[in-house]
Structures are given as structure tokens and as C-alpha cells.
């Protein structure tokens, strides 16, 4: 079965022009004209990626990417922002903001594709794991294999070379006592009893930052923070 794809986009033949590539190149694409309408397919169907034009009228692809990410159906979601807006600036904002990729316009239909391939073979390579009601993972074996990787991590943390981050991350004062306790090698349910929190709320906070550093595991977000010195 191919992979299911939105495409929002407020222009038609631009829209139009970009279905009929991605279906050439084996996805079944839905396409929407704005972000509501976006919205509202992915709440019939659950798409297995978005691609978003930014600038768009009522509500601008930032904003429809908020939504997204603090939906917890769809904060794991690979977003591509697709838009004529190619300044540095726009880019990081979008990269704060939680998208997966940028190809402003005009691009490269072949590299567009290239992008939704990486982005979808990187999300199945995922471990897929799911929750129980304490909010962690059922797959022990993993999670301690993870935290030994993080201690082992913690006691070379002087011989990690730092480095500046290669884009501007803003972290809001929860995402940062989350990302110091992840650094510390605990885990969601630990977090949670610390902060006075919900387990909840600690997993939509490591998928923030999963989002805004551009890791997939606890065990890269330690080592991201250790070496661009996000973590306290």
C-alpha cells in the first residue's frame, strides 16, 4: 500500500502540478486548498505525511503546524514546508516550529520526493512503541538499554567537544527542565513525579524536542544537548 500524503497548498496549479508528480512517483496524495480544509481530511484520515505552503490566507502554515503538534495524534507527523519564503529567518522559525523540512520555492519536484522518502523511511525505521497507562514504554529491553547509553554518555560529558547548534533552538523553561531530567537519565514516569507533572505532558514535551533538535531517540537528544551545551 503506498503511502498517504496531504499536500496544502492555496494555489491551484501549483497543487495541481505537485499531486500529479507524487503520484507519478507511487504516493496517493489528498490535497486541500487551506489549512482548515487540511484539517478537516485529517481528522477522517490520518495522512502519513503533510506538505504545507506557509503562506496561506486565515491561517498560515505556522499556525496549522501548531495545531498539529499539540494534537497528540499528529505531533510525530513528518511536516514539509513548501514556500516561496527562502530567508534564513522564515527557515529557523520553521524549525522551532517543529517541521521536518524546508524546500522553499521554486525546487526541484525530484528533491521534493527525495525529501517525503528520507522523511517517510526515517519514521518507519522508528521504533514503534506504544504506551500504557503509566505513560511508559512496554519494551523494557530498550528502555534500558537507552538509559545505560545515556549514563555512558554522562560520565564522558568533558570529552564531548561542544559546539554552537546549527540553528537558533528555543526552549521554553518546561522544555528545558524536561531536557535536563532526560540528560540526568531518567525516564517519562520520573520526570513527571519530579515536575508535578503529568506522564502525559512529559512525553509531549520529549516530542518537542525531539522536534525542535531534530533527534529520534532519548539517547541522541542527550548526546545533541551535551554537544551544543543545551543541557544543564
Avoid: C
Avoid at 514516569?189 to 522536534?211: D, G, H
Wanted: glycine share 6%; no cysteine.
Amino acid at each position: 500500500m503506498s503511502a498517504q500524503l496531504l499536500l496544502v497548498d492555496d494555489e491551484p496549479g501549483l497543487r495541481e502540478a505537485v499531486k500529479d508528480y507524487l503520484q507519478e512517483s507511487g504516493f496517493s496524495v489528498q490535497v486541500a486548498s487551506n489549512a482548515r480544509e487540511g484539517w478537516d481530511l485529517m481528522q477522517q484520515n490520518t495522512p502519513d505525511l503533510v506538505i504545507s505552503d506557509i503562506m496561506m490566507p486565515q491561517v498560515d502554515g505556522y499556525q496549522f503546524l501548531k495545531q498539529l503538534r499539540e494534537d497528540p495524534r499528529f505531533q510525530a507527523l513528518p511536516v514539509v514546508f513548501l514556500t516561496a519564503k527562502g530567508m534564513t529567518g522564515d527557515r529557523i522559525q520553521g524549525y522551532q516550529a517543529g517541521v521536518d523540512a524546508y524546500l522553499p520555492k521554486p525546487f526541484d519536484p525530484d528533491e521534493l520526493v527525495a525529501i517525503v522518502e528520507n522523511l517517510l523511511t526515517r519514521r518507519t525505521a522508528k521504533p514503534q512503541t506504544t504506551t500504557g497507562e503509566e505513560g511508559e514504554t512496554p519494551d523494557i529491553a530498550e528502555l534500558a538499554n537507552q538509559i545505560a547509553q545515556i549514563k555512558a554518555l554522562l560520565t564522558q560529558r568533558n570529552a564531548i567537544a561542544q559546539s554552537p547548534t546549527p540553528f537558533k533552538i528555543d526552549l521554553t523553561p518546561r522544555e528545558q527542565s524536561v531536557l535536563n531530567l532526560v540528560a540526568e537519565g531518567l525516564m517519562n514516569k520520573e520526570i513527571a513525579r519530579r515536575l508535578e507533572t503529568s506522564v502525559r505532558n512529559v512525553e509531549k514535551y520529549v516530542s518537542r524536542l525531539f522536534s525542535k533538535t531534530g533527534t529520534n531517540s532519548r539517547t541522541e537528544l542527550v548526546r545533541f544537548a551535551l554537544e551544543h551545551g543545551l543541557a544543564k
